[in-house]
């Protein structure tokens, strides 16, 4: 199993590599690019392979800060945005 993660994270919990041990599966770390790189080419060799990829993601703009921006009067109900 690759774990790809944003930088900064460079490990997994003990507990959680115990568990998937027990298992007979072993995990790789890594920045998420090379997650990708190579869960690509053990796909390629046809190799049992899963990938956790961990994105890095700021929160969405709320409807009203982007009235805001553009002079529009603000909703005073909140709003939900999901991407």
Not at 1 to 27: D, F, H, K, N, Y
Not at 46 to 54: N, W
């Amino acid at each position: 199993m690759l774990l790809g993660a944003p930088e900064g994270c460079s490990a997994a919990p003990t507990s959680v590599r115990a568990v998937l041990a027990s298992q007979g599966i072993a995990l790789e770390v890594m920045d998420l690019g090379a997650a990708c790189r190579t869960f690509n080419i053990l796909v390629q060799e046809e190799r049992r392979v899963a990938a956790a990829l961990f994105l890095k993601k700021e929160p969405p703009e709320k409807k009203s800060d982007l009235k805001k921006t553009r002079g529009e009067k603000a909703s005073t109900n909140p709003t939900i945005i999901r991407s």
